[in-house]
């Protein structure tokens, strides 16, 4: 079932819930239209654009759907860059030895470039969405020649058109164990095969910015120093390594301070790396009341983009447009609800963009 199909029928819409909660005086007359006195007239995307940030989201299918008119203009109004959330990952293009089908990437790429918007490329090596095969392989040559092979052939096929890539997708493991995570990459090449990930990358397209991208590191912690460990030591090497994706999937309940994140993104710039915030999404989490709920979202996207401006991020991008289709979508972690309406924190990254020192 397509996920228009799957609209949400059953759920309590949020704006009947905050309705309800008697908190419509906050946001003028309906459930939170526009704010009083907007902090902008231009649209996220001018505001960055005039920043020379890269803003933007993840998109699927639906942007191209002629009967999401709303969901197409709106990315297209607010974005100047996007990803897709999962037509470029190796099972969608590669799903059998030597097979590729680019169609579906063929055309979201073809809608950021009608759209003059950025295409970040997002995965090359994950150890989610792989295709069967790839689990049927137990030969470390036979699996290095396939990640090569599929590493190569996506890069060239939109070389020029994508300047940035995830090369490795969160290949650093959650707990204190071993540094990396146990993946059929890891098990059947050796750690090495996050270098050769890279160098294979950088010859198949040498204009392309090459990253690292994982989850749970946005501030100080275990995690985030086996990262720093793991792109301090590729650069010792001479891996071609450009920077660093924060992927940012927190809550409303994250504190930036608390978390020193800052401090984090500052250690990966001074060893030469950009830093990006990739897939930021901040599900409402707690027990308070909702409105209050949608002012910490607000409050937690803010001092994100403040975060990424003050180490000059080179891009701030959600995992998704609407509520709607987030793979969180329960916890309505996005910028737009369901109607593609703005909510809170849609304006509050508007008054960052506007007056945060440039
Ligand atoms: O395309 C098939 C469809 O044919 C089938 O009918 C349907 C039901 O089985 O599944 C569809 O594939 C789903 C795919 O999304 C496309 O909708 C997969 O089952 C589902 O697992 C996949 O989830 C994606 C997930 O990555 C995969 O692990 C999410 O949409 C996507 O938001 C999420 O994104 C990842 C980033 O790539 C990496 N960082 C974490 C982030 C969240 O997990």
Redesign the pocket.
């Known amino acids: ?1 397509s ?1 228009t199909a799957m609209k949400r029928s059953s759920r309590y819409p949020l704006k009947v819930a905050l309705a309800s909660t008697c908190l419509l005086g906050m946001w003028a007359s309906s459930a939170w239209a526009v704010p009083p006195k907007p902090p902008a007239k231009q649209t996220l995307r001018q505001l960055a654009s005039a920043r020379g940030l890269l803003l933007g989201g ?1 998109v ?1 299918a639906e942007v191209l759907d002629p009967e999401q008119v709303d969901l197409s203009q709106g990315v297209a109004r607010e974005y100047n860059l996007i990803v897709t ?2 037509a470029m ?1 190796w099972a ?1 293009l590669n799903n059998a030895p030597g097979q590729f089908n680019f169609t579906l990437a063929d055309f979201l790429l073809g809608y950021a470039e009608k759209h003059k918007q950025v295409m970040r490329g ?2 090359l090596v ?1 150890h ?2 792989l295709p069967r095969y790839i689990a049927g392989i137990s030969g470390r040559a036979e699996l290095l020649a396939e990640m090569k092979n599929h590493i190569q052939t996506v890069v060239r096929h939109f070389k020029g058109r994508i300047p940035m890539w995830d090369v490795v ?2 290949a650093v493991s959650d707990g204190e164990g071993h540094p990396l995570r146990q993946t059929p990459f890891l098990k059947i090449i050796g750690p090495e095969y996050i270098e050769l990930a890279f160098r294979w990358a950088r010859e198949a397209d040498p204009t392309a910015k090459l990253y690292y ?1 994982d ?1 749970s590191t946005e501030g100080i912690n275990g995690k985030s120093d086996r990262v720093y460990a793991l792109v301090r030591g590729l650069l010792e090497k001479g891996v071609p390594i450009d920077g660093v994706g924060f ?1 940012t ?1 927190v809550d409303s309940t994250f504190s930036v301070s608390d978390s020193r994140m800052l401090e984090n993104l500052q250690r990966f710039k001074k060893l030469g790396l950009d830093v990006q915030l990739t ?1 930021v999404d901040v599900p409402l989490k707690g027990d308070a009341p909702l409105a209050r709920k949608l002012e910490q979202q607000a409050t937690v996207y803010a001092d994100l983009l403040t975060t990424c401006l003050a180490v000059k991020c080179s891009a701030f991008v959600m ?2 447009y609407t509520d709607l289709y ?2 969180r979508s329960s916890g309505y972690p996005l910028l737009f609800d369901d109607d593609y309406k703005p909510k809170p924190a849609y304006y509050a990254l508007q008054k960052v963009l506007v007056s945060a020192p440039k």
Do not use: V
Request: charged share 25%; hydrophobic share 20%.
């Open positions: 079932m996920r993840a699927s959330e999962n990952k969608p997002h995965n994950w989610e969405q997708n969160e991208n989850y992927q999937h897939e995992w998704g987030s793979w």
